[in-house]
């Protein structure tokens, strides 16, 4: 029988690549009173995998008719 390690029983810190990825919006939802659920999608995505509950991604949005520039 095999014993479980205490790092078994937690999940594991996986750090994935930062990639910058330009997306094109499908569709806009009102979630609630202050949210919008903005659903994003586009060939970037290809490659994309979140396998955490906590996982997050952070988008910029170019103000109106302005070019956006990315810096790196």
Known sequence: MM?????DKYPQRVRNELRFRELTVLRV???????????????ALEGFASHGFDDHTKLFFPEPGAAFTRRR
């Open 29 to 43: 939802e009102r979630a609630g009173a202050a949210f919008q659920r903005i659903v994003l999608g586009g060939e």
């Open 3 to 7: 014993t479980k390690t205490k790092a």
